[in-house]
Nanobody
Framework: QVQLVESGGGLVQPGGSLRLSCSAS????????IRWFRQAPGKQREGVSC????????YYLDSVKGRFTISRDNARNTGALQMNNLKPEDTAVYYC???????????????WGQGTQVTVSS
C-alpha cells in the first residue's frame, strides 16, 4: 500500500508562491500518474493538475493554467506542485493522489494523501 504525505502548505499573501510536495512510501511513484486535488470549505473537490507516469501528459484546471506547474522526481519518489501568483480563490486543502492515468476527476484514484492547507489572504 502506498502512503502519500503532502507538505509545503501554509499562509501566503495574494501574488505569493508556495511549493507543495508529495512524498511516497510503500510503493513506487513511477508506476502511477500523480494527481493534485483541492477542496475549499463548502465546495466540491476539484482536480487541479495531473502528470502522467511518463511525463508525456499534463492536465491543469483552467483557473490555474499559467500559474501552477506540476512535476515529478521518480528517483526521489516525490511529486510537486509549484503554485505562483496565488489568489484568494486558491484557498483550499490540497491533496495528492495516485492513479494509473491522468483524469480531471477522482475516478481511478488508488491512494490519497492526508492533505495540506493552503490559505491565500492579506
Amino acid at each position: 500500500q502506498v502512503q502519500l504525505v503532502e507538505s509545503g502548505g501554509g499562509l501566503v499573501q495574494p501574488g505569493g508562491s508556495l511549493r507543495l510536495s508529495c512524498s511516497a512510501s510503500g510503493g513506487t511513484l513511477s508506476n502511477y500518474a500523480i494527481r493534485w486535488f483541492r477542496q475549499a470549505p463548502g465546495k466540491q473537490r476539484e482536480g487541479v493538475s495531473c502528470i502522467s507516469r511518463r511525463d508525456d501528459s499534463l492536465y491543469y484546471l483552467d483557473s490555474v493554467k499559467g500559474r501552477f506547474t506540476i512535476s515529478r522526481d521518480n528517483a526521489r519518489n516525490t511529486g510537486a506542485l509549484q503554485m505562483n501568483n496565488l489568489k484568494p480563490e486558491d484557498t483550499a486543502v490540497y491533496y495528492c493522489a495516485v492513479a494509473p492515468l491522468c483524469r480531471a476527476t477522482a475516478d481511478g484514484v488508488h491512494y490519497w494523501g492526508q492533505g495540506t492547507q493552503v490559505t491565500v489572504s492579506s
